[in-house]
């Protein structure tokens, strides 16, 4: 059983610039966003508050991380284990329990706004050291080592950027979901429209990790 590590506690007022920061983060990028509108948002009406609470703006992005990972980590956990029950999980089980924990964290409207923050994090140097380096990840890198044993045929470079890829086609799954035009669209019901959208990320992604030498 891999350790639970426990989040830290934030005081409501942190709270709130912190659900303001991934939304907005979320919705138009780090760089569009500025402190005191993340404030503003959070109805605060100190203009520093995020400079009181966080120190800065790279403090705020790893309170995000903070607040988010552990429950995340505890839900991937959960698939680890019965993963590790299966015996030889395929890769499109092993896929699911990287993403399906991820995809299960929303925020109050439903929408997947963790993600979609995670993902502008993810692509900028500046800011990127506080997932990477996260103590809340053990139970993703060992689904990554068992995705790394399930594919020999790939080199670790090839691995490395093909996961870099499988994420970006995640992110589009997301981005897909959280639309209303793109669910309005669908001849099902929301909740079937994100099994189906999320289903076809799993077999797309899954496709692009296996051996296509071995024909």
Request: proline share 5%.
């Amino acid at each position: 059983m891999i350790g639970v590590t426990q989040g830290r506690k934030f005081k409501p007022s942190a709270m709130r610039l912190i659900d303001a920061a991934e939304r907005l983060v979320a919705d138009r990028g780090i760089d569009n966003v500025s402190l005191q509108e993340i404030a503003e948002t959070a109805g605060q009406s100190n203009k520093f508050a995020v400079q009181y609470h966080f120190k800065s703006r790279e403090g705020l992005i790893d309170a995000v991380f903070e607040a988010r990972l552990p429950e995340i980590n505890r839900r991937r956990e959960a698939h680890v284990e019965r993963l590790r029950s299966a015996g030889a999980p395929s890769i499109p089980d092993l896929l699911r329990a990287i993403f399906a924990p991820v995809v299960e964290q929303v925020d109050a409207q439903g929408k997947h706004h963790y993600a979609r923050f995670s993902s502008q994090v993810r692509v900028d140097p500046r800011y990127r050291r506080g997932w990477f380096n996260s103590r809340h990840l053990a139970a993703v890198t060992e689904v990554l080592n068992m995705l790394r044993a399930a594919t020999p045929h790939l080199s670790p470079a090839d691995f490395d950027l093909r996961m870099y890829l499988v994420i970006d086609i995640f992110d589009a799954g997301l981005r897909m979901i959280d639309n209303p035009w793109t669910l309005s669209e669908q001849d099902v019901p929301a909740v079937d429209a994100e099994k189906s959208i999320m289903d076809t990320v799993i077999a797309m992604s899954a496709a692009g990790l296996l051996d296509t030498t071995a024909v």
